[in-house]
């Protein structure tokens, strides 16, 4: 059974960073694409990023392009989400996903909140 487990969220202050993790189980991780979709109140969810199986492609939202990087360690079996000079629009619930591409995915994590104070 496949698990996703995110951790690192928090409250920070504008222009601070946060690194979130989310470590994955149950099926081979270095076979997989990884994404990161957020989703503040009353806003659908939004994809934020996406890592290929090895590592080499990369895709952001245009919104956190230059300040958000994704990154994998496959001997660890986890993806993470570096978040640079955080901004009060940052605001939401962060999500990992594991699938196929930057489009398809078939697991999702519980999510974990991440608050940006002005």
């Known amino acids: 059974q496949v698990q996703l487990v995110e951790s690192g969220g928090g409250s920070v202050q504008a222009g601070g960073s946060l690194r979130l993790s989310c470590a994955a189980s149950g099926r081979t991780f270095s076979s997989y694409a990884m994404g990161w979709f957020r989703q503040a109140p009353g806003k659908d969810r939004e994809f934020v990023a996406n890592i290929n199986w090895n590592g080499f492609t990369t895709y952001y939202a245009d919104s956190v392009k230059g300040r958000f990087t994704i990154s994998r360690d496959n001997a660890k079996n986890t993806v993470y989400l570096q978040m640079n000079s955080l901004k009060p629009e940052d605001t939401a619930v962060y999500y990992c996903?594991?699938?196929?591409?930057?489009?398809?995915?078939?697991?999702w994590g519980q999510g974990t909140q991440v608050t940006v104070s002005s």
């Open positions: 996903a594991q699938g196929y591409s930057r489009d398809s995915y078939d697991y």
